[in-house]
């Protein structure tokens, strides 16, 4: 059992770093550091691994005696082998959406007796087919060929569902994934040496892999601190051990601590000035919409690209308007960009904004009726956070409306508000026709059902019915103030990830953005900027007065000097900047610094940290003071 689950982990082991290998990311820094991951992943791992399932055979060999009249204990014995799973089992049922229901509890144990079940199964079923392979004398070809099926399904299911069907799940189902095909692999190998060999190791052999062990778990923690491009090669692309890369970058900290390094603590950005925005007695006020499209990618609405090929409405009826090309959301998850765009940052924990900063008091203040549309099931996810306060009360919004609704009835009901005669309003309507699992179509007119349950199919059905919306609402209002974006963006395939939440690469921070109404020019600004500076610049193009220090979008080409680093905030506890061509990612849980030059790589294939550490020690240094919300202390380090 021992030797079986040594070669379960190394084929493990060894499928992740070649799926890493060939991934069009691998530089050849990526590629020598991934040898120095040898230590850890090939030879640490899998002897520990060894090790525990050598102890839990001896343990069985030694109670099985005394449990087979007890039946009824032997699941507190797989209890005792499941453990790593079952240890995963709480994280899955602490989100905040579930955090508070009455059946968090209930699922949770539930989970538990399948895991043990599963271990169960998969324990009896080996042992059950390695002593009949023995049994009636299975041919080593057959036995090789069935081997050579598992451990190819063992790998290729987990590999499948952790990278193209559960990518936005929690770290637990992914880890819990890797085990799996660990357990899989083990088993498989285990029949196939019942059935072909009846040697087991000797004491010698147990102590040398006991000793190997020890002193490869501190040699790899020592190697791997300083290999940045490899870790991020791993988190991004090895299927398994990239789920444990957090636990990785934990035991390099534990085993080789850095040296301490003054590192600056994380300083809240109220910048935004929301609060401070104030209305001047003078002319009517003009009416103010807000379009925010949930997942929208940033080259959804570019011609010439496989996606904008799918919107020439919304493209014609965005044509007078000034485009900003290098446009990014305050975050890559919903939970973080909303309040982002709400408040002009992204509060960290802890800190619990205050009513008057939001968009929707300042709009208030200067007598403008508020709307706000969400298309979603209410701000669940939102639910015992500091921002929740807020949320609760829908920002603040005077009329809030949370209903899972296609942009068709939405559409209609902003109509209608921006029809009414009682004084200037501020409307927004946050759309979800384009976010996976693409379930409003099903709920919708006929007119739609004729599009694809597709990413695109549903981009294209958005825009038949957006994009003449748009056009016929900006013609009839010619003093509408508008503006298009979105909260985030949405990978599809892109270094094998779908959906959003899990990185801060351009397919799922940078977004459309578009601003149009009287006085406002157009044309393309090429300069990076960040849309939570939007909620302020509709304040100043409704008639606002700003505070100096508010940071607002240019409004024109001719402003187009604005050089200012805009901050991302990621799900996990993911902080990147980007500052002209250059943009940074900083993964204090995984230990993961990249630096990319977005105008020579605009791919973000290139890790240069390594070619460029002085800069990105700049960047990571600047982090904090822009507004990262969380602790970056000992990141630098990877950078010696």
């Known amino acids: 059992m021992g030797l079986a689950a040594f070669a379960g982990a190394m084929i493990v082991a060894f499928y992740d770093l070649a799926v890493a290998a060939w991934s069009p990311e691998a530089s050849a820094d990526g590629l020598s550091g991934l040898v120095w991951f040898a230590p850890l992943l090939v030879v640490a791992a899998p002897l520990s691994l060894a090790l525990v399932a050598t102890g839990v055979a001896w343990l069985e060999r030694r109670v099985g005696s005394w449990l087979e009249p007890r039946r009824w204990i032997a699941p507190l014995f797989d209890l005792v082998i499941a453990s790593p799973l079952l240890a995963l089992i709480p994280g899955l049922f602490s989100g905040p959406a579930i955090a508070g229901s009455p059946w968090r509890w209930p699922a949770a144990i539930g989970a538990m007796f399948v895991v043990v079940a599963s271990v169960r199964l998969l324990r009896?079923?080996?042992?059950?087919?390695?002593?009949?392979?023995?049994?009636?004398?299975?041919?080593?070809?057959?036995?090789?060929?069935?081997?050579?099926?598992?451990?190819?399904?063992?790998?290729a299911v987990?590999?499948?569902?952790?990278?193209?069907?559960?990518?936005?799940?929690?770290?637990?189902?992914?880890?819990?994934?890797?085990?799996?095909?660990?357990?899989?692999?083990?088993?498989?190998?285990h029949v196939l040496a019942r059935a072909t060999t009846q040697r087991s190791p000797?004491?010698?052999?147990?102590?040398?892999?006991?000793?190997?062990?020890?002193?490869?778990?501190?040699?790899?923690?020592?190697?791997?601190?300083?290999?940045?491009?490899?870790?991020?090669?791993?988190?991004?692309?090895?299927?398994?051990?990239g789920a444990f890369t957090e636990q990785l970058f934990s035991i390099s900290r534990v085993l080789a601590p850095a040296p301490d390094r003054a590192t600056p603590g994380s300083k809240v950005r109220r910048s935004a000035g929301l609060a401070q925005a104030r209305f001047d007695e003078g002319p009517p006020r003009r009416d103010v919409l807000l379009i925010t499209v949930d997942a929208l990618r940033g080259d959804a609405l570019e011609p010439g690209t496989e996606l904008g090929a799918e919107t020439p409405r919304i493209r014609a009826a965005t044509a007078g308007a000034?485009?900003?090309?290098?446009?990014?959301?305050?975050?890559?998850?919903?939970?973080?960009?909303?309040?982002?765009?709400?408040?002009?940052?992204v509060p960290p924990a802890g800190v619990e904004p205050a009513p008057d900063e939001t968009v929707a008091a300042a709009f208030t203040r200067g007598g403008y009726r508020t709307e706000l549309h969400f298309t979603a099931h209410g701000y669940a996810s939102l639910e015992r956070t500091a921002i929740w306060p807020l949320a609760s009360r829908g920002f603040f919004f005077e009329r809030y409306h949370a209903a899972y609704r296609d942009a068709e009835a939405v559409l209609g009901d902003v109509t209608r508000a921006l029809a009414s005669t009682s004084g200037p309003i501020f409307v927004w309507a946050h759309l979800s026709d384009v976010h996976?699992?693409?379930?409003?179509?099903?709920?919708?007119?006929?007119?739609?059902?004729?599009?694809?349950?597709?990413?695109?199919?549903?981009?294209?059905?958005?825009?038949?019915?957006?994009?003449?919306?748009?056009?016929?609402?900006?013609?009839?209002?010619?003093?509408?103030?508008?503006?298009?974006?979105?909260?985030?963006?949405?990978?599809?395939?892109?270094?094998?990830?779908?959906?959003?939440?899990?990185?801060?690469?351009?397919?799922q921070v940078r977004v459309p953005l578009l601003i149009g109404g009287p006085g406002i020019g157009s044309g393309a600004i090429e300069t990076p900027v960040g849309n939570a500076a939007l909620p302020a610049t509709l304040l100043e193009l409704a008639g606002a007065s700003l505070a100096e220090t508010t940071r607002t979008l240019p409004l024109g080409p001719d402003r187009d000097d604005r050089r200012e680093p805009v901050l991302l905030v990621g799900r996990r506890e993911r902080c990147g900047v980007v500052e002209g061509e250059l943009k940074l990612i900083a993964s204090p849980k995984q230990g993961i610094v990249a630096l990319y030059d977005l105008?020579?790589?605009?791919?973000?294939?290139?890790?240069?940290?390594?070619?460029?550490?002085?800069?990105?020690?700049?960047?990571?240094?600047?982090?904090?003071?822009?507004?990262?919300?969380?602790?970056?202390?000992?990141?630098?380090?990877?950078?010696d």
């Open 124 to 155: 009896f079923g080996a042992s059950r087919l390695g002593s009949a392979a023995v049994g009636v004398g299975l041919r080593r070809r057959v036995a090789l060929a069935a081997a050579a099926v598992a451990l190819i399904a063992g790998v």
């Open 158 to 189: 987990p590999h499948r569902l952790t990278t193209a069907i559960l990518p936005g799940l929690y770290d637990g189902f992914h880890q819990g994934l890797a085990l799996t095909a660990f357990g899989i692999c083990t088993a498989a190998i």
């Open 202 to 241: 000797g004491r010698r052999a147990l102590l040398a892999m006991g000793l190997i062990a020890i002193l490869a778990w501190p040699m790899g923690a020592h190697i791997t601190g300083d290999q940045p491009i490899a870790r991020q090669l791993l988190a991004d692309h090895a299927p398994f051990s």
């Open 322 to 345: 000034l485009r900003y090309d290098r446009a990014y959301s305050p975050s890559n998850y919903t939970p973080y960009s909303i309040p982002g765009l709400v408040l002009g940052y």
């Open 436 to 507: 996976a699992p693409f379930l409003l179509r099903r709920r919708s007119g006929s007119k739609a059902k004729r599009f694809p349950k597709t990413y695109a199919g549903q981009l294209a059905c958005l825009d038949s019915v957006l994009g003449p919306w748009l056009a016929s609402t900006v013609a009839e209002r010619g003093d509408l103030v508008w503006a298009l974006s979105s909260d985030h963006g949405e990978s599809l395939g892109e270094r094998g990830k779908r959906f959003h939440g899990s990185s801060l690469y351009d397919e």
């Open 599 to 639: 105008e020579r790589d605009p791919a973000e294939r290139t890790n240069l940290v390594d070619e460029r550490s002085d800069t990105a020690r700049r960047l990571l240094a600047a982090l904090p003071d822009l507004g990262c919300p969380f602790d970056l202390s000992g990141l630098d380090a990877t950078l």
